[in-house]
């Protein structure tokens, strides 16, 4: 066992979490106490000040009841939860999921990640993740408001611009979140950016929408050109059909590259020659109407192949954009097979364990998506400085600013993940997010 190996193992014994109890969060956490242990140990501050071992444990988890009625007059409970894990750079920020999958692990998992993500934005953002354990599907439009305004009855007192602001996840899109917004001004009495991902009408940015897709996409150019190489003409397999595949799909068709699928949770709609805006916009109709990709357009040339995953279309770049552990091992090993040279997160944590260390040693490209994913949160900073400015940038504006970003991180972590041979992304991107947080911790003192 080498020396991280073994400072790791020490360390996850300590948690409270286990492999068992709380498998998702245990992954995360392990992942990232391979790579900056040997880092915390070799700076007495940071050791001193166990910066790891306290980002491991959430400030606080606020785990609520949520009741609601729906349209028939029937009372209906759900868990909501918030996980606050750190605001040692800025107020807590992150997502809201509503899936009947959502539990206490996968929260903390988001929240861990989600710290390091905002620490690589080198934006003022501190990390957290919430949401509840609700299935959406087949819920008219007034159950989602009440079920909306029932959640913020429980979180309002928690959430603030400088207190905690989420955003939308797994389906909390714009129309949540215009709901949620409204319930919290109006139980606070103040018109505040106490949510991003916000409409247009009322305090939104240009491009929070498309930033997560579009960002991933910016990435993937920033990594591909660092190799002297370019995305046009290149195969790209997506998964997911939600924002953020959507968005990268739009996006990479723009940059001249070739998407040839996206897929939900029923099968995978396959484009070999590519597919075009117009197919990947009925693919957001069908989404937007809670609809499954089969029948595609004749025009298109695309086939539904029903419960079937993409990664068996030898793409030369594959995005997972669906959810967490989405790809295991044998699916990345099909993925090498046909000559994949590079995959990019844009789900958090799509891949489990043994297919990133599939994937490593094979030598393929891994984007993490606490990098490559990133763009969704950093427009949601730039959306709470124009709030509380009250001056909105144009779409082009914000893009420009989206491009810039995506290219700060890839510089960062590039930095940090450069050995002496090709660079660990994956390294990279813990090392860069771990040192601005053990800064900040460490020296705001014992907390
Ligand atoms: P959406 O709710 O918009 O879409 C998620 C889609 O993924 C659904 O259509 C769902 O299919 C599909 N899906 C779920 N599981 C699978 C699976 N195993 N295989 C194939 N498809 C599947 O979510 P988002 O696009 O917002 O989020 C996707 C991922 O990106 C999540 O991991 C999220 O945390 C991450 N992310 C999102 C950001 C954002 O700004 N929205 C920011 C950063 C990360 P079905 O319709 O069949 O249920």
């Not at 693919?283 to 068996?312: I, T």
């Not at 989405?326 to 590079?342: C, N, W």
Request: charged share 25%; net charge negative.
């Amino acid at each position: 066992m080498n020396r991280s190996d073994a400072l790791a193992e020490a360390f996850l014994a300590e948690l409270s979490v286990t492999d068992d109890s709380h498998p998702n969060t245990y992954h995360a956490i392990s992942d990232v106490a391979r790579d900056v242990l040997t880092v915390e140990k070799n700076d007495p501050a940071w050791s001193a000040a166990r910066v790891l071992r306290r980002l491991s444990d959430p400030d606080r988890i606020l785990s609520f009841r949520v009741t609601w009625e729906d349209d028939n007059g029937d009372v209906r409970v759900n868990r909501g939860w918030r996980v606050q894990g750190s605001n040692a750079i800025g107020p807590y920020k992150g997502g809201l999921r509503f899936h009947p999958s959502v539990n206490e692990d996968v929260l903390r998992f988001l929240a861990f990640e989600q710290c390091f993500k905002n620490a690589l934005t080198g934006l003022p953002l501190g990390g957290a993740k919430g949401g509840a354990n609700l299935d959406p599907r087949g819920l008219s439009e007034r159950e989602i408001m009440r079920f909306c305004q029932a959640f913020m009855a429980q979180l309002e007192p928690f959430v603030g611009p400088d207190q905690d602001v989420p955003a939308g996840d797994i389906n909390v899109g714009a129309r949540e979140i215009g709901y949620l917004f409204g319930a919290w001004r109006q139980r606070r009495g103040l018109y505040q950016g106490s949510l991003t991902g916000k409409g247009l009408s009322y305090g939104g940015s240009e491009m929070r929408i498309e930033a997560t897709g579009f960002g991933l996409v910016y990435f993937v150019q920033a990594a591909l050109a660092e190799q002297g190489h370019d995305i046009k003409g290149k195969r790209v397999a997506i998964s997911g059909k939600g924002n953020v595949a959507t968005h990268a799909a739009l996006k990479a068709t723009e940059e001249g590259a070739r998407v040839i699928s996206l897929s939900d949770t029923s099968g995978t709609l396959v484009a070999p020659d590519g597919m075009s805006p117009d197919l990947i916009r009925w693919v957001q109709e069908r989404k937007a109407r809670g609809e499954d990709l089969s029948d595609p357009p004749k025009s298109d040339a695309a086939q539904f192949r029903e419960g079937e995953v993409p990664w068996d279309l030898e793409p030369d770049i594959a995005l997972p954009c669906a959810t967490q552990n989405e790809l295991d091992a044998s699916m990345a090993r099909t993925l090498i097979d046909g000559q994949v040279e590079m995959v990019a997160e844009g789900a958090n944590m799509p891949l489990t364990s043994d297919a990133a260390r599939v994937l490593r040693h094979a030598h393929v490209v891994h984007l993490p998506g606490k990098a490559a994913n990133a763009g969704g949160v950093a427009v949601s900073g730039l959306e709470m400085s124009q709030m509380s400015q009250r001056r909105f940038a144009s779409a082009e504006d914000v893009d420009a600013s989206l491009r810039s970003i995506m290219a700060d991180i890839h510089a960062r972590v590039s930095e940090e993940g450069r050995g002496t041979g090709e660079i660990d992304y994956v390294r990279g991107a813990n090392l860069a997010g771990y040192r601005r947080l053990a800064k900040a911790i460490s020296a705001q003192g014992i907390l």
